[in-house]
C-alpha cells in the first residue's frame, strides 16, 4: 500500500515535471524574442516590400511577386531557415516601415530603404546590401533640368516617408543639396510620383537611380534620366530596433548572398539593359550595434 503510493506521488511529480517541461517550451516558440528565433522555430516569416516599384518589389496581377527585394528577402529568409513557401510578404509603403517594424506587423522590411540617421534611431539595419544613388527622372522632351540644381523652382515630387526629397531640400545628415524654391508636391508613393510626372502635374521625380531604372524601363521612351547623381542610398534591412541577434544573421547571410555570385546573378536579372552600372561586390556593412 505504502509503495504503492509512493509509485503514485513519483508519477505525480514526474508528469507534473514534463508539463513544466513542455510548457517551457512552448513559451519559448511562441513568444521568440529575436526575428533569427522566431524563423528558426516556425520556420515561418513575414517580410514588408514594396508592390508598385518594378524590378525592385512589385506584386503582379497573378499574385506573385518580383523584382530585387523580393530575391534578397528570398535568399535572407532560406538562410534563416524559412523555405519560399513560409514567407508572407505585406506591402510596406515608405512611410509605414518603422511603425510596421516597431509593432511587429512585420519582421523584416526590404523595400528599398535607406539608413538615414534619422531611421536609425528607430530602426537596426542589416546591411547594407546594395548602394544605389539618387539621381533624377523627368519627361523624355525635358531639356531645362540637366543637373539637379536646375531644381530650383521647379516642381518635385515628395513621395510620403521617403527621404529622396531631403537630399534635394535641406542638407546633411539626411539631406544634401540644400536647394531652396523648390516647390515640393505631394504623393503616397513612387508609382504615383511617376503617373503625376507623366500626366504633366510636375517637373521632376528624384530618388534612388534602381527605381527610376525600373520605371523607365517598363514605360520605354517617356522618360529620360539626367545620370547627374548626387548622394549615397545605403539600403538596409529593416528590423525590430535592438534586434542585433537578426541584424547579425541577416548580414552573414547578406556576405555569403555576394560570395556565392547571386548578388551578381540577381542584379543582373533585374537590371540588365537599364544601362546602370551594377556593383558586384559585398558592400561595406555599417554594423549592427
Ligand atoms: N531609398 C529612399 C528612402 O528610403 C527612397 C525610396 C523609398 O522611400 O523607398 O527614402
Redesign the pocket.
Known sequence: MRVRRFGAVIGAATALAMALTACGSDTESTQATTVVQKAKDSKKLVVGI?YDQPALGLKKPDGTFEGFDVDVAKYIAKELGVPESGITFKETV?ANRESFLGGGQVDLVV????ITDARKKQVTFAGPYYVAAQDTMVLADNDDIKTAQDLKGKRLCK?A????FRRVTEGPPDGKLAISGVKLVDASS?SECVAKLKAGALDAVS??DL?LAGFANTQKGQFKVINNPISE?KYGVGIKKGDTETCEAVNKALTKMYQDGTAKTLLEKHFAGTGLQLKTTVPQFEGCA
Open positions: 514594396k515608405s523595400a528599398t530603404y535607406s513621395a516617408g521617403s527621404n529622396s513612387y530618388t534612388d527605381i542610398e
